[in-house]
């Protein structure tokens, strides 16, 4: 990483800048802050600080939003999206843990009819 790069996790953008990148008054931040749509990291005088990720997010709420879903239906499927995302990456690292298969799957049609 060089000096110019950063972590997309490393909260550095002050609220104004944040809400221009996020096409979002800073007001509607402040909000989305409250009701934990969005959680920034604080400065030593207690501003608060976005990541990349965070306005990433914020945009994703604005997308979800214009697609016609209220504030507590976004906030539901961002909980499911990183239980789906977290569940992918559980699926793979057990896949790579159990080392390639060597089963034999038999199907036989059901003959009933």
Do not use: C
């Amino acid at each position: 990483m060089t000096e110019f790069e950063h972590d997309e996790e490393v909260p550095v953008y002050v609220i104004s800048v944040a809400a221009q990148l996020a096409g979002l008054h800073p007001q509607t931040l402040r909000q989305y802050d409250r009701i934990g749509l969005v959680s920034p990291g604080r400065s030593i005088g207690r501003n608060r600080l976005y990541s990349l990720r965070d306005i990433q997010r914020l945009r994703e709420v604005t997308k979800l939003s214009h697609e016609g879903n209220t504030l507590s239906g976004i906030i539901r499927i961002l909980i499911l999206e990183e239980q789906l995302e977290r569940a992918l990456k559980e699926n793979i690292r057990l896949r790579e843990a159990m080392g390639p298969s060597t089963a034999v799957v038999v199907w036989r049609p059901n003959r009933r009819a």
